[in-house]
């Protein structure tokens, strides 16, 4: 990494989407950051949506995708992880704002008697704090050289609104030390075989006609653009050549920073803002990490076994086994498993050829004795299995009806029994609401010597893991599980929760009531994940 050795203010980069939605301004954000990161600046990436919702913790997976969560506890937009795994940066509550927590934000104020009589509206009351929040004014943290703020939605959505007005105003306010990075997209059309710039420069006048002139254009595409038609979209948007970047589909999302910087996006941002843009870092790191990426060959196969049949519902674990899979210099195939279609007379085809086994986090009824009959199965066919959350619930209901013999054990968020083996926090008990009422952030976690899981985190022996649940292991059962063969092998301190699980003669059963996943990042990928491609990876070769 090159260190900066340029003083100066605060600079803010806008990512904005235009014609439509899902074309990666979280990835192209993320992307962003890493290549200042490279250049020795200190970056940080924070989302900005349009939804009315105060944060997505409430949103079912398949409205929204992954509910990732950050260290202090705040559940935000799955974006957050990608800008994480990309920078390794800690994102906080402040990096996530929705539509939601804008207006709450004001009408609190408002009932408290802050503006002393006025009518509040959109213009100025709403928009100066969406830029107070954008400038990160009640941020406390260190001078930071970079602010990427990436506005969800797409140009022209009625939502997004009061977020453009903040960064027209923005951009007259700071001048030259704000920038705007708008991404479309360029589609091809098969019978005319022709690559169509038309939406692309629709995107761009509605974006004018807001007051907004971006200076850099990154055009989402399936295919290689040309240097005519970048000639073509530059004389249209009135965007200098060099600034019209294209962003074609990539073997992996891990290319991208490095597509990005071949084609001089960060030296681009830089000359915008009047910086020396001096020599391009090498980023070896990243570039060995890719070149593992690209010779690893051989397959592993792990099969996800959840409710949510939708890629992002699991974002971050996937990405995890895929990180832990690279540095194991595999491959890692997911093959995503319906746990409602699960039964004993099935789950032997289900699970065939599977190397590996997550039961996946979740809410409610719906699907746990598929996760409970699969946890039963690879527990008995010792199959490398990693429960987490409510998937490692489901490994201790599993234990307690088939190694402890209470056949009614279950969890009481799914029903009451004379064996609540999993039982509400006692913290939850009083609690009525449902948005960011759980355990959730970070909290310390004690790992018994001796352990598998303290093998795998090596030297630490108290380690810090975010969590996002209600329910926890009951600790009247405790010592039956310990004599019977299932171990508390990570317990928190100051509440005595039990954190993980395992079964030690096993060649890999683990079950985390924290979510390892989101402290995975691509140079940093995470040891349990780690151990268990690992055991995965003997298990076949035993085989």
Request: glycine content about 8%; overall charge negative.
């Amino acid at each position: 990494m090159q260190t900066s050795k340029y003083h100066m203010d605060t600079k803010y980069i806008f990512v904005t989407g235009g014609v439509v939605s899902s074309l990666g301004k979280g990835i192209i954000s993320a992307s962003i950051g890493k290549l200042l990161q490279a250049r020795g600046y200190k970056v940080t990436i924070q989302k900005f949506d349009p939804y009315i919702n105060i944060d997505p913790g409430t949103l079912n997976p398949y409205e929204h995708g992954e509910c990732y969560v950050t260290v202090d506890g705040m559940e935000t937009d799955l974006d957050l992880g990608h800008y994480e795994r990309f920078t390794g940066i800690h994102t906080t509550r402040n990096n996530s704002i929705t539509t939601g927590r804008i207006y709450k934000t004001v009408i609190d104020r408002e009932r408290h008697g802050d503006y002393l009589g006025k009518t509040i509206q959109v213009v100025p009351h709403i928009t100066d704090e969406i830029k107070r929040r954008m400038l990160r004014q009640d941020e406390k943290e260190e001078q930071l050289d970079f602010v990427i703020t990436e506005v969800g939605g797409t140009i022209g959505d009625i939502e997004s609104a009061p977020f453009m007005e903040a960064i027209r105003q923005l951009r007259w306010q700071l001048g030259r030390d704000a920038v705007c990075v708008h991404l479309t997209y360029v589609p091809y059309l098969k019978a005319a075989e022709e690559l169509k710039t038309k939406p692309t420069q629709h995107s761009v006048k509605e974006l004018q006609g807001m007051g907004i002139q971006p200076d850099i254009l990154v055009l989402r595409t399936e295919r290689h653009l040309d240097d005519h038609l970048r000639m073509k979209v530059a004389s249209f948007c009135n965007v200098d050549l060099e600034c019209v970047v294209q962003s074609e589909d990539m073997p992996s999302i891990y290319e991208v920073p490095v597509s990005m910087q071949q084609q001089g996006l960060d030296a681009a941002i830089m000359r915008k803002i009047g910086i020396p843009v001096g020599e391009r870092p090498a980023m070896k790191p990243w570039h060995d990490f890719l070149e593992k990426q690209r010779n690893a060959s051989r397959e592993v196969h792990v099969a996800l076994v959840g409710k949510y049949d939708l890629q992002d519902a699991y974002k971050s674990i996937r990405e995890s086994l895929n990180l832990a899979g690279i540095y194991n210099d595999v491959k890692t195939k997911i093959h995503f498993i319906n746990s409602e279609n699960i039964t004993r007379q099935n789950v032997a085809s289900q699970l065939d050829g599977m190397a590996g086994v997550v039961v996946c986090p979740g809410f409610g009824t719906r699907g746990i004795e598929g996760k409970i009959i699969a946890a039963e199965y690879t527990r008995t066919h010792d199959i490398p299995t990693f429960g987490i959350c409510l998937g490692m619930q489901m490994m201790v209901i599993e234990f307690a009806r088939n190694v402890l013999g209470y056949k009614d054990a279950n969890s009481s968020e799914m029903m009451e029994t004379p064996h609540n083996v999993i039982d509400m926090m006692e913290e939850q008990k009083n609690i009525t609401q449902m948005g960011g009422t759980m355990r959730l952030g970070a909290y310390e976690c004690e790992l018994r010597e001796g352990s598998r899981v303290a093998a795998a985190y090596g030297a630490e022996k108290k380690i810090m893991e975010r969590h996002r649940h209600r329910y926890e292991f009951n600790n009247a059962y405790q010592e039956e599980y310990e004599q019977n063969g299932m171990k508390c092998v990570g317990i928190n301190p100051a509440a005595n929760l039990v954190e993980i699980v395992e079964i030690p003669e096993k060649k890999w059963y683990i079950g985390t009531q924290f979510h390892p996943e989101y402290s995975s990042t691509v140079l940093h990928p995470h040891p349990l994940f780690m151990s268990f491609i690992k055991a995965c990876i003997d298990g076949t070769t035993q085989a």
